[in-house]
DNA sequence: ATGAAAGCGCTAACAA
DNA sequence: TTGTTAGCGCTTTCAT
């Protein structure tokens, strides 16, 4: 009926039916209900978002950028966690699209295979965020992690350093650090090199896990003079250590992260890093989602966002 | 029809129907449409949460305890961020409500009006959290802001420091930091004491600010004797500068921050802080929401949580 | 400018 | 054990 129309600002209404309309509204605290709203039109304002995690300190910046690029569309983000378990993404992304929501964000392009039918099916915009290397169903934005691990093992081989460590975690379903490992690899063997060790951890802080870590291997493998850590917190770990047990950095020794973590800034040296454009890649596939309503026929685009590295002071400059 | 009856595993249906209805569904890649069920069955799987912010690390992570216990209730939490306005919280729970969730997850004890309304009329569980200082719609867990700043003061005192200056952040919407800070006071008040001096900041990285404003406090009042900082991330940058410094920490400066955050076991010195409890305040909360299916009528629960002192170490020992 | 009526895709109660 | 039917509270279309 006429409610209707007043509450959408849709169609025309007098102006005096209308306040009247406004004004009984407010009075009986009504709340519109969505679900029928959505069930006749057919249309949800809500986005699924389906990322591996909260306490990876990575996954809450994308979502910020998200929840701020969606803020004034209308559009409202459902967030699922998966614990990079395969099973549990397709639980999620299942449980998501049974709301049909106006569009889906997920991380990673790897998926099982009736995950991607689904996505395929979805009849909405799906963006497949923080990886580029691989075919995503519809738009994917993010960045190369196999060639930020090349371009940082060749940096690493410009600036003179040979022995070269690797510290990260133990997680097989973390694609993205496994194709940076992968892509440093190919980097020093472009070179004529190997890692010369490594060392992995998984759970607890990571800040004290990169101390115990850069302990360890440097304990075990003294002549290393570079340590490549998969992310930053563990690589300033690894540096407050360095620091405090007199080890010339990044003279005799040279750090790198990953991330670009902005939290760090103030550490008594900048850790040389490369931003992977979080927050950025969650706009940019928040502006993909609000941007293409009702599509899903004009297929993706790829975004590739450019990590640069940023050297910091733990790599020496020749 | 049966197939409804297969897809929620009700009512008797008899073996063979199922397995046919259920080779069908796949078939068809049938994904039920929960807006449809939902409307039919008044009942929603959907948990509202309201937060002011996801970049500050405290929410991310409540989110988290929120989102485990949630995991296998079939519950799923839609997320809304307020950036500590007033207003916005208000127009996101509206949005929530219209969806008619099953619960409601609030950071803080402080709404408008028409919000505190809102949650009163919601029909549903609803948990407001982090705060117990004040009066709560229906069930509340969180810790006294209030009597954490008020113990550290106490502490603090006992320990012998006596010219003590406070940094923080200048964010009139953040009650919980207020309370804080007002219990501090009184707490130095109860000892004949007041705030030597005070610095606040905003936006930035933590760390870096922790520092740069350190030095400011200390250049300006430099008979300071104990920084009390309102979160652990500018406290770990404070550290940092007084170590590199050279500052007698914790003889003749003594510091201490807020929260709790692991991220920073493994910095130089442990800094003494007061766990806020967040991740167990986000269980206790879905706990609630997850328990009392259909209730509001019961009325609601409040839940104090105690957060310790853990001194590090930089609050001397006498 | 307003009202009336027909669904949206399910669930719940009842009938068979 | 299965099928039938009447809504859930809106939006949309069509009539007034």
Redesign the interface.
Known sequence: MTVSRVLRNRGDVSEATREKVLEAAKAL?Y??????G??ASQR?N?VGIVIPS??N?V???V??GI?EELEDTGL??????TNYSPDKEEAVL???????PSGVIIAGLEHTEAAR??LE?AGVPVVEIMDVDGAGVDSVVGISHRRAGRHMAEAIVAAGYRRIGFLGTKMPEDHRARKRLEGFEEGLAAAGLALADSEFYQGG???????EMTEAILKRTPDLDFLYYSND?IGA?GL?WCL?NGYDVPGKLGLAGFNGV???????RKLATMDACRREIGRKAAEIVAGRPHSGAIGGEVIELEPVIEFGDTIRKL
């Open positions: 605290g709340v519109p209900n969505k679900i029928a959505a069930l949800v809500l909260l306490s300190l996954f809450p910046e979502l910020s929840s409202q983000p459902v967030v699922g966690v299942y449980e998501m699209l049974s709301w049909r039918a689904m099916n802080s990571a800040l004290l896990k990169g101390r917190m770990g407050l405090e902005d939290l760090l800034d103030g550490l008594p």
